[in-house]
């Protein structure tokens, strides 16, 4: 090769480097280059092998390029029609612009006339192993993912694997690694998918242009209901995706963002996003996700008209326009469970919505969703219309069958999920499901009915998984860097410099913890089925507990419904609208915080008592007393989001009677009455004392000298490793420690030991089955609700694990109040009381409400 074609080669690597990275641009300006070279060089091509093969792989790579900067595809395809002629007989590069021409056609969205190129340019290549060969594989294989035929799409991406390692491009076979994990994730196999897509970044790493990386991260995380990391990592691809001209990939970031934007409930947003993500298609001449983002403005628009004067004829509008969008999409031939199976369910779940039942019917009966091809959420949101549809036709039982079929597809997705942040996002798919549910239960006007409908939605969600073997490396190194991290920005005196570097340290230890995090979502688990808890077995368990009642809060429709059941049967009563309640419990959980500061003064603190008082008594009477549960003996209240924020032991009628909270319904079996919690030689008491309160050290020896056998951690012995060393087998397990409950991240809601933070996201594969957990520490009784109704904390993490209850505050508690009344709480556990029993005995009728909970299933005698 002479020197000018030798520098043609240089700047044609460089600019193959910007394709692969998707600078299309600056792609575009260096095959142009090359281009120009070879013209003035004078070289002919037809008898210059090397000149040949530059100017036609320069010609296809600037055709890629001018598509992907400008949207049009007809001149790309002259420039690849130009590039044939000058082939040759070179099978080889024949082969390598046919591949383009069929890439092209699959990016402007014609699957089929891309699929006849790819399957042409690949026979004639045959089987010998070229790098032609596993990239025509590769770009077959996604187009075939994105068709839904998820068998064939696997054998060509393990064809382009295997050709990709014979020829050694470690970056095709990336690329097929990271595919295949999509493939997983298509299948509804989240832990296979992350894990797939982690190994294939390591075998070269960047290799995947970042946008294009995370664009594919989101889809995964929002097939998982982590839909609020999913919209991060969109955020992530927005950025990159800044000053390029790759006006595909931006239009369908906006369009996942729209489908974030309606599962966060902000469905104006989610028209925005999609109506911007339609024209960019458009403009694109791409109709196949033109399409796409037309469904997901439908569904914001139904969304957006619920409840409305005008639903009705908006329903019936987005009917017509949900029957023609599939019409248009199997004319296109793009992938049913793409556009037209959601469409079809969207146009039924308009009409049955909008009253016309038997139309409603007609619709859904051709729809038929195959589990080994439709993604987890198009078969949930299948039953979900289906039991909308029955329910509506009066066919309860087979409206009920079909939201059976519902949960027990979802109990399937959360058997193969390990971490408890996994398994509590998942319950997102389920919150369309659950709504048809309890609605239809609460048209019947039956408490039984609508208690069985919202604890078979909670049901399927509740306990995570233990997660098995032994614990990943690579998360224990992040979880102790982000906890070095935090440390170091703590030990930081005051000034502008010391705050900018305390900013860095906090943020280089958000993204330790959020790594940790991502790292989790792919673990195995062993996990625990929980079998729904239905109103008649509660009330025969109940019979043999006089004085014994469930209180079950459901929200709904922006009213607050309460469902009673004791041992007599089940009573139900609207309660009224839900957001006076709501702000009463935050007016009281911002006094309880400010009267936890003992230097404030007597005056505010008396108007912030008063204030206290007013909302406590508010919430007695407009929901304990209005369901009759004032001077229940033993009350068990099961609520979520908000309502778990409140000390429900501190309402004036609660005054000394055991109340226990919890965000499902569940029961455990206790022995006769005084029988012990007593340790013995395998079953120990922990009692752990944290830096820097006053009275911790004093707590703990407290505590201990109520057990016999108790194990004390204090001081520099009382690191995190050394207490969760001492976690398994312990009975009751003791923390007085600073808490921290982070409400954006909440598994790494915190107590602070001797050598930093022990975060709840290290509890993974605790064992604290069966044990008592006492968390002696402010605010880590709080959670965080997810999408789908599910919440998250310290204290929620232990519960999920298995622990038997968790005694936590839900507002700021003072260590000196700590210390007079955990004592009191261990004596009472230690002479056999169960713990919300316990904790009513303790709790001194002092001047202030203490705002401890038991948190954990009501404990009833077995029978």
Not at 585 to 613: F, K, M, N, Q, Y
Not at 615 to 637: K, N, P, Q, Y
Not at 734 to 759: C, I, M, Q
């Amino acid at each position: 090769m002479d020197r000018g074609l030798a520098q043609a080669q240089a700047t044609y690597d460089a600019a193959h480097l910007a394709l692969q990275a998707g600078r299309m641009p600056a792609a575009l300006r260096g095959y142009c280059s090359v281009l120009r070279s070879l013209d003035r060089s004078g070289v002919a091509v037809q008898h210059d092998a090397d000149a040949r093969r530059l100017r036609v792989r320069s010609t296809i790579g600037a055709a890629l390029a001018r598509f992907e900067t400008d949207g049009h595809l007809d001149p790309a395809l002259g420039e690849l029609d130009e590039a044939e002629r000058l082939c040759g007989g070179d099978r080889t590069l024949l082969v390598a612009v046919r591949g383009q021409r069929g890439l092209l056609h699959l990016r402007s969205g014609d699957v089929r006339t891309a699929l006849r190129e790819l399957d042409e340019a690949t026979s004639v290549l045959g089987g010998e192993s070229t790098l032609d060969l596993a990239v025509l594989l590769l770009n077959r294989g996604a187009l075939r993912l994105e068709q839904g035929e998820l068998a064939l799409a696997a054998a060509d991406l393990e064809a382009a694997l295997h050709h990709s390692r014979q020829v050694g491009d470690r970056s095709i076979e990336a690329k097929a690694g990271h595919n295949l994990g999509y493939l997983e994730f298509l299948r509804g196999d989240l832990a296979a998918a992350l894990r797939a897509m982690e190994d294939a970044a390591r075998i070269a790493p960047g290799e995947r242009p970042e946008a294009v990386a995370a664009l594919d991260r989101s889809r995964v995380l929002y097939e998982a209901g982590l839909v609020t990391d999913a919209m991060v990592q969109l955020d992530l691809a927005a950025e990159a995706l800044q000053g390029t001209r790759t006006r595909i990939e931006r239009a369908q970031v906006d369009l996942d963002r729209a489908r974030c934007a309606l599962d966060l409930e902000q469905p104006q947003r989610a028209r925005r996003l999609a109506q911007r993500a339609r024209r960019a298609f458009t403009t694109q001449g791409n109709a196949a996700w033109a399409l796409r983002a037309e469904l997901v403005e439908l569904r914001a628009v139904m969304a957006g008209a619920a409840g409305s004067p005008a639903q009705a004829p908006t329903l019936g509008r987005v009917a017509r326009a949900a029957e023609a969008l599939a019409a248009r999409a199997d004319e296109l031939g793009v992938a049913e469970s793409a556009v037209s199976l959601p469409a079809r369910l969207l146009r039924a779940d308009a009409l049955v919505r909008a009253g016309r039942v038997g139309e409603a019917q007609e619709a859904l009966s051709g729809v038929r969703t195959d589990p080994r091809r439709a993604p987890l959420s198009l078969r949930i949101e299948h039953e979900a219309v289906r039991a909308s549809v029955w329910f509506a036709a009066g066919e309860r039982r087979r409206g009920l069958q079909a939201v059976r079929r519902g949960h027990a597809a979802l109990a399937a997705q959360r058997a193969r999920l390990g971490s408890v942040d996994a398994v509590t996002a998942a319950a997102a798919h389920g919150v369309h499901l659950q709504h048809v549910d309890v609605r239809a239960a609460l048209a019947t006007g039956r408490g039984a009915a609508v208690f069985d409908a919202v604890e078979r939605g909670r049901a399927t969600f509740a306990r995570g998984g233990a997660v098995s073997g032994p614990e990943d490396e690579r998360r224990a190194q992040l979880v102790t860097r982000a906890r070095e991290l935090l440390e170091r920005a703590r030990a930081l005196g005051p000034g502008d410099v010391v705050s900018a570097e305390r900013d860095a340290l906090f943020r280089e230890a958000r993204a330790c913890q959020d790594q940790a995090r991502a790292a989790g979502w792919g673990a195995k688990s062993d996990q625990v089925e929980v079998v729904a808890l239905t109103a008649r077995a509660l009330t025969d368990a109940l019979r043999d507990e006089p004085g014994a009642a469930v209180l079950d809060l459901l929200q709904m429709g922006g009213r607050l419904v309460g469902i009673m059941v004791d041992g007599d049967g089940v009573r139900m009563r609207d309660l009224g609208p839900l957001e006076g309640v709501l702000d009463a419990v935050r007016r009281a959980s911002a006094d309880l915080g400010a009267l936890a500061d003992a230097r404030l003064p007597e005056a505010i603190r008396g108007v912030a008592r008063a204030s206290l008082d007013r909302s406590l008594d508010r919430i007695d009477r407009g929901v304990l007393a209005a369901m009759g549960a004032t001077h229940v003996e033993r009350l068990h209240v099961v609520a979520r989001d908000v309502l778990l924020q409140l000390p429900w032991g501190a309402l004036p009628s609660r005054a000394g009677l055991p109340t226990s909270v919890n965000s499902w319904t569940t029961l455990a079996r206790s022995g006769p009455p005084g029988e012990s919690l007593a340790v013995d030689d395998a079953r120990s008491v922990l009692a752990v004392a944290g830096p820097q309160l006053e009275h911790a050290n004093a707590e703990v020896r407290a505590v201990a000298a109520r057990w016999p056998a108790a194990t004390r951690l204090q001081d520099a012995a009382a690191t995190c490793a050394a207490t969760r060393a001492a976690m398994p087998g312990a009975s009751v397990i003791h923390l007085a420690a600073h808490g921290t409950h982070v409400p954006d991240n909440p598994l790494f809601s915190s107590v602070r030991l001797a050598d930093g933070e022990l975060f709840a996201h290290e509890l993974e594969g605790a064992a604290v089955e069966g044990a008592v957990v006492v968390l002696s520490a402010c605010e880590v009784g709080r959670s965080t609700r997810r999408v789908g109704g599910e919440v998250l904390g310290l204290k929620s993490a232990f519960l999920r694990l298995g622990a038997s209850a968790v005694i936590a505050a839900v507002a700021p508690l003072r260590d000196d109040v700590a210390a007079a009344v955990m004592p009191e709480l261990h004596g009472r556990l230690a002479a056999g009381d169960v713990p919300d029993v316990a904790l009513a005995a303790a709790l001194p009728a002092s001047v202030e409400p203490v705002p401890l909970v038991c948190f954990g299933p009501l404990r009833h005698r077995a029978s």
